[in-house]
């Protein structure tokens, strides 16, 4: 059973550009998360999705950032015009449930760089 | 400021010690849930425990919950240099609903010396 896979695990993209992350869940999870970590810092939650809809967004930025998990296919987060601050390595985690106990298992992280 | 606060921030250590790291939040929560990540990698999960806990056990790892003073511990017995990484708490708040998003901390970073 794989784990949560992340592609690309590096990125590099100058100011303006926009930015893709892809995140595929483990199989048979339903809910999807997404996490930014700054250099030194903990992670902190963007936003939480499950199929097809986003459940809440309250840590993503309003302008600029949109993540998306559809139907079939893996969630993306996507970052328009980045700018130098949004350098930072991204991390997505998927959960079976919502059980006050459940589990969130982690990918490996996309690092972003903007140049 | 953070829900999730670890300490110390750094910790160093020499292989076959024990380490200990702690850590304190704000809100009530369901439950606290530990986690390494290795340097430039993703996050482990180690070790959840729930809210009406007080301790538990996995391995070399033992956690201790206490709700009253709103803190966890985390020991890990007879370190490795292989334990070298950074360990995060996270949280999640009651208040948190359905969307059951962890709060973390900012981490210890644990060097365990050979």
């Known amino acids: 059973n794989a784990g949560v896979m992340q592609n690309p695990r590096h990125l590099v993209r100058r100011r303006g550009q926009e930015a893709r992350l892809r995140c595929s869940p483990m199989k048979g999870h339903s809910h999807v998360y997404w996490y930014r970590q700054l250099p030194e810092e903990g992670l902190k939650f963007m936003v939480y999705l499950q199929k097809e809809n986003i459940i809440d967004e309250s840590g993503m930025p309003k302008e600029r950032f949109s993540a998306e998990f559809p139907k079939e296919g893996p969630s993306i987060l996507r970052i328009q015009q980045v700018v130098r601050g949004d350098s930072a390595a991204y991390f997505c985690?998927?959960?079976?449930?919502?059980?006050?106990?459940?589990?969130?298992?982690f990918g490996p992280g996309t690092r972003l760089l903007v140049l | 400021s953070q829900q999730g606060e670890e300490d110390p921030q750094a910790l160093s250590i020499q292989e076959g010690e024990n380490a200990t790291m702690n850590c304190s939040y704000k809100?009530?929560?369901?439950?606290l849930q530990w986690y390494r990540q290795n340097s430039g990698r993703g996050l482990v999960h180690l070790i959840l425990i729930r809210s009406n806990e007080r301790e538990k056990h996995s391995g070399r790892l033992r956690v201790t919950l206490d709700t009253s003073k709103k803190s966890s511990s985390l020991l890990i017995t007879a370190s490795r240099a292989a334990d070298t990484a950074s360990y995060f708490c996270a949280t999640v708040p009651i208040s948190s609903g359905s969307a059951r998003q962890l709060t973390f901390g900012s981490g210890t970073q644990l060097t365990v010396l050979p």
């Open positions: 985690a998927s959960s079976r449930t919502t059980g006050s106990q459940e589990t969130q298992y």
């Open positions: 809100t009530s929560i369901n439950n």
